[in-house]
């Protein structure tokens, strides 16, 4: 591998840029497609695997290719850097996830606090309106604070996250539903919101807690998630 | 994931930091797997020449003999394809639960 092919690809996943990542087999030469000095099929072929998501080896007339797709990362927006969430930040990290903490106080948002993690300092609906959360995006409001999380919510609620979760009792979420109802939310839609939050582990510290959200995410993409929520 | 796996992607940042360390590194890469093989395709492995090891490409059933390869390959520049069957009996001498054939591309990083 070429030093330069892997920095392409770091600033690609950096940048969230999906690539594909391409190399003859067994000689090594490699490319980092999109690229126009490709050879035409192999531009082609590394097109259809990376929008299918699919790594693995083809044939491309004589030769064999091992083409590996690189799509952006999946992202976990989490909005209030409280306790929980110095817990599940790191741990979705290390599951793959591109993580960013929001949090208007910036006491709470300190770089000790959240060693490694992006976190942002503005007003919840504003990050999530850059941030633009889409099919690849979970949003988690662990604020406790519905002037937080609340318009977080509603922002999530508009867009394609694949998971919306939202810390808090039975009782907690309800007046929830109640506040987001009158703001104009259809119940349908706030049936997206997993609430209260993560799998029913009989979770009690903040990294079981962190834990049971993790697991919870990671069963919505995989497929194997049922939301029951009380709305 | 479904997308970069962090985790793979940490061992190519790993092998850069490496390499501008001052180390000479390989970097070993499951390109196939067949049966239940634990790794998939894209999994990658970071070696150097003396010695130092991130990531997997097997959980555990082949590293040795891929970071073996992988050095040769640091001396001789040469990329190497290697196959596995990793139900072998050297696996289950070590006690390590492993089924599957595995494919691995091996290359220095240049």
Same mark, same amino acid.
């Given at each position: ?8 690809? !770091?600033?690609? @996943?950096?940048? /969230?840029?999906?690539? @594909?990542?391409?190399? /003859? ?40 290719? $091992? ?26 990290? =290390? ?18 606090? $959240? ?21 690849? &995006? ?20 508009? =867009?394609?996250? $694949?998971?919306? *979760?939202?810390?808090?009792? +039975?009782?907690?979420?309800?007046? !929830?539903?109640?506040?987001? *109802?009158?703001?104009?939310? @259809?119940? &349908? ?31 919505? +993409?995989?497929?194997?998630? +049922? ?5 | ?48 020449? =003396? ?8 959980? *555990? ?14 001396? &001789? ?21 492993? *089924?599957?054939?595995? =494919?691995? $591309? ?5």
């Amino acid at each position: 591998m070429k030093l330069e092919h892997l920095a392409a690809l !770091r600033t690609a @996943a950096a940048q /969230r840029h999906p690539v @594909a990542y391409a190399t /003859r087999l067994p000689d090594g030469e490699a490319f980092v497609l999109p690229d126009a000095a490709a050879p035409e099929a192999l531009v082609a072929e590394a097109a259809t695997m990376l929008a299918a998501n699919r790594t693995g080896v083809l044939l491309i007339g004589a030769e064999s290719w $091992f083409i590996e797709a690189r799509n952006p990362a999946p992202r976990a927006i989490i909005i209030g850097a409280v306790h929980i969430a110095q817990s599940l930040a790191p741990l979705l990290a =290390s599951l793959g996830f591109a993580v960013v903490v929001v949090d208007p106080r910036r006491a709470f948002t300190s770089a000790e606090r $959240f060693p490694g993690i992006a976190t942002q300092t503005d007003w919840p609906d504003d990050a999530l309106a850059g941030l633009a959360p889409d099919r690849e &995006t979970a949003v988690i409001t662990l604020s406790h604070d519905p002037r937080l999380d609340d318009p977080a919510l509603i922002r999530a609620l508009a =867009s394609d996250a $694949f998971y919306i *979760g939202a810390l808090g009792s +039975r009782k907690t979420h309800a007046a !929830r539903v109640e506040r987001l *109802g009158a703001a104009g939310m @259809a119940g &349908t839609a706030m049936a997206r919101i997993c609430g209260p939050v993560g799998l029913d582990i009989g979770a009690v510290s903040a990294p079981e807690i962190a834990l049971s959200i993790a697991a919870q995410l990671v069963a919505a +993409r995989r497929g194997k998630l +049922r939301v029951e929520c009380p709305a | 994931m479904g997308g970069i796996g962090g985790d793979a992607d940490d061992i190519l940042q790993i092998a850069a930091d490496w390499q501008a360390a001052g180390e000479a590194v390989a970097i070993a890469t499951v390109t196939a797997t067949w049966g239940s093989s634990p790794q998939r395709p894209g999994s990658r492995m970071a070696v150097t020449r =003396s010695g130092k090891i991130a990531g997997s490409v097997s959980g *555990g059933c082949i590293e040795t003999a891929v970071a073996t390869a992988a050095q040769r390959c640091i001396e &001789t520049g040469a990329p190497q394809l290697l196959d596995f069957g990793v139900t072998d009996e050297r696996a289950r001498e070590v006690g390590l639960v492993c *089924g599957g054939k595995v =494919s691995v $591309f091996v290359e220095k990083l240049m």
